[in-house]
């Protein structure tokens, strides 16, 4: 069982989420979001479930640690963790998502203790291969609430069983399990060369939820370095 956090939303752009705790209760974090604690509040870190944990969630690109802040004073204790990058945090109680939900390796800010915080990886080879951000994905199983992370605006999409949706790899932020997901050529010489959305897309398939990000990361990265002005002594 999770433990049962109670937590406020703050901000509009820029937000962060604080958590308050019950002497006893905890939550786990990705190293290097927590923002501000209060007294009472201690770290522990761990590799979220074992060595090989560690080493898994190393070689997949994500930190080898998992953070727990747990309240181990009197009264009610609070921690807040902040967004990383303009845009919106997203509350999901996992018992109401049939306890697990697969996000984004980026997309997981912070989680109640007692969620387990897993690697899941794409079925497909071919996702692996050409995917890019659609290949680490996170598994985040129980029954507590759990913090999503989205850039720009985030939009939730409920599929109905068939429905299919083409998404930009990028946006997605997180879904359900019941979605079958997979990573497919656009195809087309002029739309691989002139089309400005890659060669794959992902497609998704109902039934199920799935909630997208209107400004994924990479898409901001690569504005803000095609808007830096050049060297112009190199070479």
């Known amino acids: 069982m999770a433990d049962v956090i109670d937590y406020a939303i703050h901000g509009e752009e820029m937000q962060l989420v604080e958590i308050e705790l019950d002497p006893g209760e905890g939550v786990r974090a990705e190293a290097g979001a927590m923002m501000y604690m209060g007294d009472g509040i201690a770290m522990q870190t761990g590799t979220g479930g074992g060595l ?51 996000c984004q390796k980026d997309a997981f800010l912070c989680a109640a203790a007692g969620i387990d915080i897993d690697i899941a990886f794409s079925k497909k080879l071919g996702a692996g291969l050409f995917g890019g951000e659609g290949f ?15 850039g720009g605006t985030i939009i939730r999409k409920d599929l109905q069983p068939g429905q299919t949706l083409r998404v930009d790899t990028g946006a997605l932020v997180a879904m359900t399990p019941s979605i079958d997901y997979s990573i497919k050529f656009v195809g087309g010489f002029t739309n691989a060369l002139f089309g400005g959305e890659g060669l794959f897309v992902t497609t998704l398939k109902g039934p199920g939820t799935v909630w997208l990000q209107s400004l994924p990361f990479s898409r901001l990265a690569d504005r803000i370095a095609a808007a830096l002005p050049q060297d112009r002594n190199k070479g």
């Not at 190393?58 to 998992?66: A, K, P, R, V």
């Not at 921690?79 to 998502?97: N, S």
């Not at 680490?136 to 989205?150: E, K, N, P, T, V």
């Open 52 to 102: 090989f944990s560690g080493f898994k969630r190393m070689l997949t690109g994500e930190g080898f640690f998992i953070t727990s802040f747990v309240h181990e004073g009197s009264g009610k204790g609070h921690v807040a963790f902040a967004a990383p990058y303009p845009g919106k945090i997203v509350a999901l109680d996992l018992a109401e998502h049939g306890g697990e939900i697969i």
């Open 136 to 150: 680490i994905l996170q598994r985040l199983s129980g029954d507590g609430m759990a913090f999503m992370h989205a």
